[in-house]
């Protein structure tokens, strides 16, 4: 059934896409954003309200103009080394602002609510891969905001009957198959398009953070996913809890760890380019090792993610960073 659907958040780099699968679908799509760090030309249709989610005037106005079968919210700061110096800028903008939606939902009767969550929930892994029992002990402020909305949540269901599902997300990357779409963070702090700006030449080299964890090549291993399978988790969550689902909470990985210097070797590959390396000291707070079990979200959403290669991922997010760079 068509869905009309509030992304929040929709101009940014999982938003934007999100949006764009949407509109694919034939869904109807509200985009809210204030463009604090996303771009107005991501959003490739649908209707687009520039404001703040905590602005909760505006929220009345949208929400009493349509009639959402649900939420997704992906606006967020996810800057973990900004949210240890600035811890009251992540609480209010992650945590707050949240909670305005949350209520307008409320107020207007929205029930279904899709919520951007992370890995950093988790800390320092106790084991890998990580499934939905792993302890939560988030070690940084920016884990411990999503830690708490995603507890609110689970209070809002209990006492309001709001749904919702928490996907925890590993390390989104790669970008739109087709090209028009991509990753544009503003510094841009995520290994693959640096690892990209790299190669095109927009950037000198790539710092290698620590050669000497404990992984087979001594780099940091993550769980890379792409961008458009976990835009396709987002949409078959809402869809569970449209059809009456109940509230959860799922891992999203693909579940194949890769290490920062396999990234750089398959980006290699990839771009037939040179790209210089610069090892430099760990960075604070990173494990050595995060990996998804993403069965839970296979079992009951039905997810099967499609772009789980390397390969695939790095191909799609050059494919992106050759239009940025204007390079052939
Ligand atoms: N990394 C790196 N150089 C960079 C950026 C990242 O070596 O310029 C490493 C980082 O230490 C981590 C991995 O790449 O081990 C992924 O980092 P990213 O910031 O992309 O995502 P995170 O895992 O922190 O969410």
Redesign the pocket.
Known sequence: AQLEILVVGGAGYIGSHMVEMLLEQGHRVVTLDDLSNGHRDAVLGGEFVQGNVGDAALLDQVFGEHQFDGVMHFASFIQ?GESVIHPAKYYHNNVTTTLVLLDAMRRHNVRNFIFSST??IFGEPHYTPIDEKHPEHPINPYGRTKRMVEEILGDYDQAYGLKSVCLRYF?AAGADPEGRLGERHDPE????P?VLQAASGRREA?????RDYDTPDG??I?DYIHIMDLCGAHLLALEQLVAGGESAAYNLGNGSGFS?QE?IDTAREVTGREIRVID?P??AG?PAR?VADSRLAREQLGWNPQFNDLHTIIQHAWNWERKMAGVG
């Open positions: 973990v890995a950093a390390n702090t995520h290994l693959v640096l790539i710092s290698v953070f620590g780099t940091c993550r920062v990234v430099a760990r960075r990173d995060l």
